[in-house]
């Protein structure tokens, strides 16, 4: 299963200003981090503020920064808001299914409890879980007590690396 931009820009956002807890974040200060559109990023902003995850300031001086605690956001609640399909295979939507095997194919079953099971484990991920603290003034990762995912923006493609 591959998330969309989409799905990726909104975790993005949402783990910088987990990040940032102390204060307003602006789109452009995360367009110029994520190396992001500021168009695409604005669109994902005013989701996630419809959705109640953020909240925004308009203005000088405004921004936007995280409307409930991160540890009170999960993950899969961010994916299934941002995501537009979860159709792995054709038979999944009833509307569009031409599946000559439909009445007799176990396939969707199997593909149904791997997306529930995809599904359940991120539930079981906060955005707390996943965003990186900024560190105080002269400290290293090293004085950081827990062990983080920390999240590298694409210089050449997405990825993970866990530290501490």
């Known amino acids: 299963m ?12 949402l783990m910088y200003c987990a990040a940032h807890p102390d204060r307003l974040v602006t789109i452009g200060e995360l ?19 419809r959705q109640g995850v953020v ?26 808001a941002s995501e537009t399909d979860f159709r792995m295979v054709e038979c999944f939507d009833p509307d569009t299914n031409t599946c000559t095997l439909s009445p007799t194919c176990r396939l969707k079953q199997v593909f149904g409890n791997a997306l529930q099971a995809y599904l359940r484990e991120l539930d079981g991920v906060t955005l707390a879980d996943i965003a990186t603290p900024v560190l105080p003034s002269g400290a290293t990762p090293a004085d ?5 995912l920390v999240f590298h923006p694409p210089a050449g493609g997405r990825r993970l690396r866990r530290t501490g």
């Open 31 to 49: 367009a110029e981090h994520h190396q992001v559109s500021k168009n695409h990023l604005m669109k994902v902003v005013n989701d996630l503020a």
């Open 144 to 148: 950081r007590k827990t062990d983080t």
């Open 2 to 13: 591959r998330l969309s931009e989409y799905t990726d820009y909104s975790l993005r956002v």
């Open 55 to 80: 909240e925004t300031t308009r203005g000088r001086g405004g921004g936007l920064r995280l409307a409930r605690a991160a540890n009170d956001i999960r993950v899969g609640d961010v994916v299934r």
